[in-house]
């Protein structure tokens, strides 16, 4: 089905004498009113991700009455989640993330029904999975599954409503192809890999993608309802240590290669590729040192040099004795505090930032530059648990 | 004329957290480059080691998106902001 736009004449779900009751503060105000509430129960909503966004998303979504909610989510509840993910509590945490959110999305509301999508949202399923739901919320954390988010609604012609968090900055809008501009108008093409740090080497305020969210949940209920004016073509900012919003107008890129006059993305593709993910460069495996062995050397005295690649507010959480600190976004600038004679041991939280200084450094002659493997994380595990896990 | 330019939070480091720099120019492109000379460590983040401006940088004037004006050429007035507007991917699946 299609989004239902004249509440009056559709043929829409009756509500049982429970949900009137349940619903009543919505059922009483003119802009929902009952036709609207079984407007919503008529509706299927996907959301992509379970996280920080897909929390309050998935409460108020539920609570709203929203008929069918689909659930896309392979990770599992992880400690680091609990500061922001409110689907999940303390006893949750190693356990599927789709469990816990079914059960808990249940209990806000056991009218809705709830379609777990227990895998990676991918080119081979996004298709199949999306084709059966009114709309799609991108509550994702990475860029290949927002291009996909993206296309998979542009192919379908379902709108996409967007949401993105990053440290206290977010991000709004609603992108649909056959009224205003996509994603890909906005965002042509991704930066590359390593410009842009993740939510789990940048960090975010756990308040954000509850804020976020929660507007994001907003427009899911206008589009489904028809009522006021949706984010098309509108990009919201937010500010959230200045409280400042602020908006800017979008427009639909006639050149776009998905939503434009001559589209060449007919299909979908593979976005880790397109997004510059999967082939950096190959160092091959021996760049990598184990934490037991650089323990083994330094206890030798053999003369090691140890970069600690992290930010600084990770370098006060816990440090390896006698490491010098320098930013990955800051060592190419100062390549010259190190010795290109000696054997380099980088490292950052678990590997990946740590892994692309490692390439920096050989490509300007840091011959003996190495991965510490498993990052400060695994130094912790294998040789100093007093070093704080984070 | 003087302009504000907005700084994202991932490029923030670079300006010493300042999320607003005042500059002059009377273009989009020059005030850019106003402000790389203040930020000499932003230069790589906007532009291509050919000087090109990144194509994943966007730029709006005031609220709109410079694409659909006249790109670097766009001329600005006295107190308007130019905001660098960042692809950012945070939502948080993990």
Not at chain 1, 275 to 284: I, S, W
């Amino acid at each position: 089905m299609t989004l239902v736009h004249d509440l009056e004449n559709a043929v829409l779900p009756a509500l049982t004498p429970q949900e009137i009751r349940r619903y009543s503060r919505h059922l009483i105000m003119p802009e929902v009113g009952t036709a609207g509430q079984q407007a919503l129960k008529a509706a299927k909503v996907l959301m992509v991700g379970t996280g920080g966004l897909g929390s309050p998303l998935g409460m108020y979504l539920a609570a709203a009455g929203v008929g069918t909610l689909g659930l896309v989510e392979f990770d599992t509840v992880d400690e680091s989640n609990l500061h922001r993910q409110l689907l999940y509590s303390a006893s949750d945490v190693g356990r599927p993330k789709i469990q816990a959110a079914m059960e808990r999305l249940n209990e806000v509301n056991p009218h809705v029904e709830l379609v777990p999508h227990q895998v990676r949202l991918d080119s081979s399923n996004a298709l199949d999975i999306a084709k059966d739901y009114d709309l799609v919320v991108d509550g994702t954390d990475n860029f290949p599954t927002r291009y996909l988010v993206n296309d998979t609604c542009v192919l379908l012609g379902k709108p996409n409503v967007y949401g993105s968090i990053f440290r206290f900055e977010g991000q709004v809008s609603v992108f649909w192809a056959e009224k205003g501009p996509c994603y890909r108008c906005l965002f042509p093409e991704p930066p590359p890999p390593g410009l842009v740090p993740s939510c789990a080497e940048g960090g975010v305020l756990g308040v954000l993608p509850g804020i976020i969210g929660s507007l994001q949940a907003n427009e899911v209920i206008k589009l489904i309802l028809g009522r006021g004016e949706p984010a098309i073509g509108r990009l919201l900012l937010f500010d959230a240590l200045r409280l400042k919003f602020r908006e800017l107008k979008l427009r639909k890129n006639p050149e776009c290669p998905v939503c434009g006059e001559h589209p060449t993305v007919t299909s979908l593709i593979d976005y880790e590729q397109f997004c510059g993910l999967g082939q950096e460069e190959d160092l091959g495996p021996e760049i990598d040192i184990d934490p037991i062995e650089v323990k083994r050397l330094l206890d030798s005295g053999t003369k090691l040099t140890i970069l600690d690649v992290r930010n600084p507010p990770e370098f006060e959480i816990g440090t390896i004795e006698g490491a010098t600190l320098i930013p990955l976004p800051e060592l190419q600038d100062r390549l010259g505090e190190l010795d290109s004679r000696e054997t380099i041991i980088v490292h950052c939280h678990h590997g990946p930032r740590s892994t692309r200084a490692v390439g920096l450094l050989r490509k300007f002659g840091f011959t003996k530059a190495k991965n510490l493997k498993g990052g400060i994380d695994q130094w912790s595990v294998d040789v100093d648990p007093s070093v704080p896990r984070y | 004329m003087s302009l504000t330019i907005q700084i994202p939070t991932p490029l923030r480091r670079f300006t010493g957290e300042r999320g607003e720099v005042q500059v002059e120019g009377a273009t989009v492109g020059e005030a850019l480059r106003r402000l790389v000379d203040q930020h000499a460590a932003l230069q790589p983040h906007l532009y291509t080691e050919d000087g090109k401006l990144r194509s994943f940088v966007n730029l709006f004037l005031n609220d709109e998106d410079v694409r659909y004006l006249k790109q670097e050429n766009t001329p600005v007035q006295e107190g308007d902001t130019l905001s660098i507007i960042p692809s950012i991917a945070g939502g948080g699946l993990r």
